[in-house]
């Protein structure tokens, strides 16, 4: 009877927010899931035996409130003096004293218990998720993978939680008020528990038809988002179009789909608490009628009546909570296994590892200290070598995607020295970005066609070879914190002096009067938004701040005017003095500071060599220089 | 996502011009209203007749002592009229009064009762017009026929005037057949006030029903006015101001936000309405059976308007502190999910997961922290609930011994305690529920106190007949300041005449398409259409009679014929009609149901070419006089290349047609060529004349169109 509204508030919001999935599960299946939690359970075991001992203790001083009240009115009836009733009333705020604290103490255990372990999972799943390789990211969507880390994590925490209590509270509560009744008058108590397992009955049944019906208004909620979404993404046909009125009826349609679904909850769901009551209320009466003749008949005493009363309303609650821990249970149980399917996912590093197929030994990536990582056939870790023996080298390099015709790219061979420059131009879809991804090998490359310093990519460590490298994408993504916390995303130890530098060169410096809060002003979702030229330029000097060996520039200077192009590129080369660079550009002024170009065109290397040669041979990078060199003549010619 | 980036709770407190706006949506809705208030009413009078009803079971039917005064008290003046006198039997020369009824008499008469010695307190049980057949085996033995004296103790039962009156303990030592034999009426009223007790009890039930379906279905009402006054608004906006809105944020104003304002609706103010009526009932109903106890409990109220005003601010401040680390502990999820590449390439992962698990930790605490006062509340709450019963209990006791109250009224009394505590707990959760109500109606009230829809006052209307004929007149256009996209550009474009734009990346072609519809407006200049500058035209006309063709398709989820029709009212032959013209008939029946293939997620995917073909098809379907094309750059293969060629012939017979040109055959057929670079007119003039020119579009021309022709 305890907690009984948190149980019911608890479960309820439940019911509301994850829309139960109206799936039956089998207990033994239910248990099979439910053994992952075990060792989490087992850390916290002295938590859950506290909370488990202080549960116990206030069940057993509430069903003495009851018998308190009884002797005070029996006291009254009998018309005994008050001193003697004060000495049970005394005892009754006593009582009243220890369930309280009993209460918190509790809530303290078992709360705190099933809070920490939600923490530990949900460390554990998103440190799993880091790891995971990027096919899992394109296979999922992350609306879904937020909900495991969200709906269901909060499903996992009440199950842990609440529904440990409920059932603990439900069990020891129902047999110990079952046993008192029937010992106070068996017949009447007979006759007033009928009612009670339909209470429970009740609960469960209407946990799996709300489950369904909740999927239906979850569903019809998620089609009016779409039609929003879709009016607004597509708001450029609908406004030529003159469409304004007709998908303003959509949105009204979907808005009554979505009443009817909602309502179709409320009729059921509206009948549920109202339905509790009258059930409770149903027992209230027979304990009235049955008590009560028992009464009238000399059997009983108007105070034993008085007393059963009490503790048939404290009944109630322990059939509530029962039902509502099937429900918790179940839930909890599906929620755990889709939080378990990411757990059971092999980290990227291992995938890697068995792609090379060479044996040794390498850590764990997911850095979660919970997890066993199954012993991985890891690459030997040797360090990317630096300095002259890194060059770089692409042998008869052929790949297409899984499930398409085309291939990305075909036959692209080339050698680039240690320490120099290569520039990539070519059309949109030519090859370019699938090439620069397999480099750390984000895109698996096939076997032997992409080397450095002489040896497969695919050989080194996953770990090592990243750390080499150093990427400017061409989406400039950062994270929503601060500008320095940006910059330092690799190497969070960067010294104040290089800090600084790659600011110089990536020309960030100068915006500096822009931001508030110098460096430590946030960006992104939460704070200021960045122009796509400022966000290039962080980006930039993200990777610079690492000093790789190898810097790679995915068109990443698009949105920077030529002129802070020119003074970023060249202050970029001399800092990466000695050390490789692969720049992607569609910019002839660009290409032209590098030591080799390549042109890339259906995936087929159609130019290679250094720009002044290029420039030279009748080919497109020389074709595109002077259509560039020209359009700007004719505009600066026209200012 | 972005939902999960926006769920920062703001929590505002009780704003009434906020609540003043919701509520003016339920105006319209007055019968459900009269409903819900109705139902409200009913719920809380069943829910408070419960406790009355048994206390009357245990009052009427269980404890029946009655006590007896001298008939002569009838006549004396000062007794005349006393509340429970009238329900009095009258047996011999005695009155006899159960001793329930006798519990409303005021102190002061009492007082003088039992001074006269008239009230004789000895606990009896009275059977009025019984039969003497009907007398117990037991009693008839020593069946008394008259009264004793007043103040002398009664023995035994007596049987006068066709009632009996018998001393409790006797009636207590009767064997059950007999007390059920005696007791008859008793049984009689204690089953009738059950099915009172029922009656109420399916009141509660229906009326409770009721209401959540009344509430629900009002919050509903007021939810699809209030998104649909949204949707309009936010439709209406500018291009301008909607480009720079997320369009997650957007969506979560007119779909959660939206939501939090209907918890208001069917949490909270049902609940402050209901609950706080609970508890005043309860508190009149207190005072109505026993001013004096009910005292006793206002008393022992202050500690839990105390302990439940701190506790709300504990509360809030807690509950608040957890959202945002919540929504920080998932923004945090979110993004490190869409930039997982970024954690990948330079090697992260452990460093993310190790920062993650900050304020993981962060979380928990403040997780706990709400807890905590939760934990503490809850319990305080119980706690002082004891304390009340406690202090009813012990001044009750006082109060019975001197027949100020009935023992069920201090049962009663136990019971009601309850009910006036179970809300209180309720109403502080409800409170925060309703401070982010508050927060939610603030965002969307904002979003519908925006207005940045484009001027449209016009002051000419366009003919019937839209020629098609199209000026721009030394047009100077920037999206955002003084950052000109185009500068000074003039041209026209005769009815029927197709204009094809050329030039390199950037050099502000798109930026045509925007214009002509008047997705946008310009800073300098005049764009006519038929000689009328556009923004003295209607904004529907203007868009009615120029349909741009955009370079990414957008389909709408929906079948393929919805999506070409967009709600005109066209028959299945019509739109078959617009997809031939742009060859998109051929396709489109191929696919297993033909018009009616539903695209969207989850769908039928269709190639590129396919979709840019469905978009002819909306075009022409809509039959307007100018269209503005803008090709798309992606490269797609021979066979789509030829189909989408076929299909632009369709779609500009007969229109005027602006073309933002990428293919070679749309340019060589247009009857004039417009280049632009870097934002200005550089040349323009037929395909020919050009070449001869061998300016930019010669070189242009050479690199970027001759090869692609080629292949075509």
């Known amino acids: 009877m305890d907690e009984d509204s948190t149980i019911l508030t608890e479960a309820c919001s439940g019911l509301a927010l994850h829309k139960a999935d109206g799936q039956v599960y089998h207990a033994h299946y239910m248990l099979k899931e439910f053994r992952t939690l075990g060792p989490y359970i087992r850390q916290h075991w002295y938590r859950y035996l506290l909370g488990i001992l202080c549960l116990l203790l206030v069940d057993s001083a509430q069903l003495l409130i009851p018998q308190y009240i009884q002797r005070s009115i029996d006291a009254v009836a009998a018309g005994q003096a008050r001193s003697a009733v004060l000495a049970i009333v005394v005892w009754l705020l006593g009582t009243a004293a220890l369930v309280a604290a009993g209460r918190f103490l509790w809530r303290f255990f078992i709360h705190g218990a099933s809070r920490r372990i939600e923490r530990d999972l949900r460390d554990k799943l998103f440190g799993r998720l880091m790891t995971l390789p990027m096919k899992f990211f394109q296979d999922n969507s992350v609306g879904d993978l937020m909900a495991r880390a969200t709906n269901d994590m909060q499903n996992i925490r009440m199950a842990s939680g609440m529904a440990f209590v409920a059932f603990f509270d439900g069990v020891f509560m129902s047999l110990a008020i079952l046993a008192v009744m029937f010992a106070r008058h068996p017949a009447t108590a007979l006759w007033v528990v009928i009612p009670l397992p339909l209470i429970t009955l009740l609960i469960i049944f209407f946990g799996r038809f709300l489950g369904r019906r909740f999927k239906v208004v979850q569903e019809r909620y998620a089609d009016m988002s779409t039609v929003v979404q879709e009016s607004l993404q597509g708001i450029r046909v609908v406004k030529s179009f003159v469409k304004e009125d007709y998908f303003s009826r959509r949105f009204g349609l979907a808005n009554d789909r979505y009443r009817d679904a909602s309502m179709a909850v409320v009729r059921l769901y509206g009948l549920f608490f109202p339905l509790i009551t009258f059930l409770a209320g149903l027992t209230t009466l027979l304990l009235l009628l049955v008590g009560g003749g028992a009464v009238l008949e000399n059997r009983m005493s108007p105070g034993n009546l008085a007393a059963m009363l009490a503790y048939l309303e404290m009944l109630v609650w322990p059939m509530v909570g029962a039902g509502f821990t099937v429900n918790m249970i179940q839930r909890g149980a599906v929620s755990l296994k889709r939080i378990n399917e990411i757990l059971h996912l092999a980290p990227e590093a291992e995938l890697a590892a068995a792609v090379v197929g060479e044996s040794g030994d390498q850590g764990d990536q997911g850095g979660a200290s919970l997890m066993a990582t199954s012993r991985a056939a890891a690459a030997v870790p040797t360090a990317v070598p630096t300095g002259a023996a890194g060059h770089l080298e692409i042998r008869d390099l052929s790949f297409t995607y899984p499930g398409t015709a085309t291939p990305a790219l075909s036959s692209v061979s080339l050698r680039l020295p240690a320490g120099q420059t290569l520039g990539l131009l070519g059309r949109i879809g030519s090859g370019k970005s699938t090439l620069l991804k397999m480099l750390p090998r984000i895109v698996e490359p096939p076997r032997a066609s992409l080397l450095i310093g002489g040896r497969d990519i695919g050989s080194y460590c996953l770990a090592d070879l990243r750390q080499a490298i150093g990427f400017v994408p061409q989406e400039s993504f950062l994270f929503s914190d601060s500008i320095r916390h940006n910059v330092c995303f690799a190497c969070p130890d960067l010294s104040a002096a290089r800090f600084s530098e790659v600011l110089r060169i990536s020309a960030l410096e100068r915006d500096i009067d822009l931001f508030a809060d110098g460096w430590e002003t946030m960006v992104g979702e939460r704070g200021l938004t960045l122009s796509g030229g400022q966000k290039q330029r962080v980006a930039i000097a993200r990777a610079l701040a690492r000093n790789p060996q190898i810097l790679v520039f995915d068109d990443a200077l698009s949105a920077v005017d030529a002129g802070t192009e020119e003074l970023i590129l060249a202050g970029i080369l001399a800092d990466r003095a000695g050390k490789t660079n692969i720049i992607v550009s569609n910019r002839v002024s660009t290409l032209q500071r590098a030591d080799l170009i390549a042109v890339l065109d259906d995936g087929g290397l159609i130019q290679f060599g250094p720009p002044a040669e290029l420039i030279r041979q009748d080919g497109f990078y020389a074709e595109t220089a002077a259509l560039q060199e020209l359009a700007h003549h004719v505009a600066e010619g026209r200012d | ?712």
């Open chain 2, 1 to 712: 996502m972005a939902n999960f980036f926006d769920s920062d709770e703001i929590l505002k407190s009780f704003d009434w011009p906020i609540v003043r706006r919701i509520l003016a949506f339920v105006r319209p809705h007055k019968l459900l209203l009269a409903c819900t208030v109705l139902s409200l009413a009913l719920s809380t009078v069943g829910s408070l007749f419960l406790p009355l009803i048994s206390r009357r079971i245990v009052d009427g039917s269980l404890m029946v002592s009655s006590v007896s005064l001298p008939r002569q008290v009838l006549d004396d003046e000062r007794f005349r009229g006393l509340p429970g006198l009238d329900k009095a039997v009258t047996i011999g020369d005695r009155l006899f009064v159960r001793r329930s009824d006798l519990s409303g008499l005021p102190a002061a008469s009492r007082a003088a009762l039992l001074a006269d010695g008239a009230l004789d307190e000895a606990p009896c049980y009275v059977v009025a017009w019984a039969e003497a057949a009907d007398l117990p085996a037991s009693l008839r033995g020593d069946l008394g026929s008259c009264l004793p004296d007043f103040g002398q103790a009664l023995a035994g039962p007596v049987w006068l005037d066709g009632a009996l009156v018998l001393p409790e303990a006797r009636l207590l030592a009767l064997s059950p057949p007999e007390a059920r034999q005696l007791r008859r009426a008793d049984f009689t009223t204690l089953r009738r006030d059950g099915l009172w007790f029922l009656v109420s009890l399916a009141l509660v039930l229906a009326a409770t029903f009721g209401q959540t379906w009344s509430t629900s279905l009002t919050g509903q009402y007021v939810m699809k006015d209030l998104r649909l006054q949204l949707f309009r608004r936010t439709a209406g906006q500018s291009i301008g101001f909607l480009s720079r809105q997320p369009v997650g944020r957007l969506v979560t104003r007119l779909t959660s936000d939206v939501e939090t304002i209907n918890e208001f609706f069917t949490n909270v103010l049902v609940s402050f309405v209901k609950d706080g009526s609970v508890m005043v009932g309860v508190i009149i109903v207190l005072f109505a059976m026993s001013p004096r106890l009910a005292t006793v409990v206002l008393l022992s109220l202050p500690p839990v308007f105390i302990a439940s005003t701190v506790s709300r601010q504990k509360a809030r401040d807690a509950f608040r502190k957890q959202r945002t680390l919540l929504s920080r502990v998932n923004a945090f999820i979110a993004e490190h999910i869409c930039g997982v590449n970024i954690v990948k390439l330079f090697g992260r992962e452990r460093a993310v997961a190790a920062d993650f698990s900050v304020d993981n930790h962060g979380l928990m605490k403040a997780s706990l922290a709400e807890m905590y006062v939760f934990a503490t509340f809850r319990p305080l709450i119980e706690f002082f609930s004891a304390t009340s019963t406690a202090a009813v209990l012990y001044y009750g006791a006082g109060l019975h011994r001197s027949g100020l109250i009935s023992l069920g009224a201090l049962i009663a009394f136990v019971n009601l305690i309850r009910m006036f505590y179970a809300p209180v707990q309720d109403l502080s959760e409800k409170f925060t529920i309703l401070q982010s109500a508050m927060a939610g109606g603030e965002r969307v009230f904002s979003l519908l106190d925006t207005d940045q829809a484009l001027p449209d006052r016009p002051v000419a209307s366009l003919a019937a007949g839209v020629r098609g004929h199209i000026e721009f007149d030394q047009v100077w256009f920037a999206y955002k300041q003084e950052d000109w996209v185009l500068k000074d550009i003039s041209f026209t474009v005769e009815p029927g005449q197709t204009l094809a734009i050329v030039g390199s990346t950037g050099a502000g072609k798109s930026t045509v398409v925007n214009l002509l519809p008047r997705l946008w407006d310009i800073q300098r200049g005049y764009i006519k259409l038929d000689g009328t500058s556009i923004v003295d035209l209607p904004l529907a006309a203007v868009r009615t009679a120029v349909r741009p063709v955009l370079q990414d398709v957008f389909l709408f989820s929906g079948t393929i014929a919805e999506n070409i029709a967009l709600g005109l009212p066209l028959e299945r032959s019509q739109v078959e009609a617009a997809a031939r013209t742009v060859h998109a008939h051929e396709f489109v029946e191929r696919l297993p149901d033909g018009y009616d293939t539903r695209l969207g997620e989850g769908a039928a995917t269709l190639s590129a070419g396919q979709r840019q073909l469905l978009s002819f098809a909306r075009v022409v379907a809509h039959n307007p006089a100018i269209i503005v094309l803008d090709e798309a750059t992606s490269s797609v293969d021979t066979e789509t290349e030829r189909l989408i060629q076929a299909g632009l012939a369709g779609l500009m017979q007969g229109r005027t047609t602006i073309a933002i040109a990428h293919r070679l055959s749309t340019i060589k057929h247009a009857d004039r060529i417009l280049v632009l670079a870097e934002g200005r007119l550089a040349e323009q003039g037929s395909h020919d004349e050009l070449i001869a020119l061998r300016g930019l579009y010669y070189n242009l021309y050479r690199l970027q169109y001759e090869r692609k022709g080629a292949t075509a």
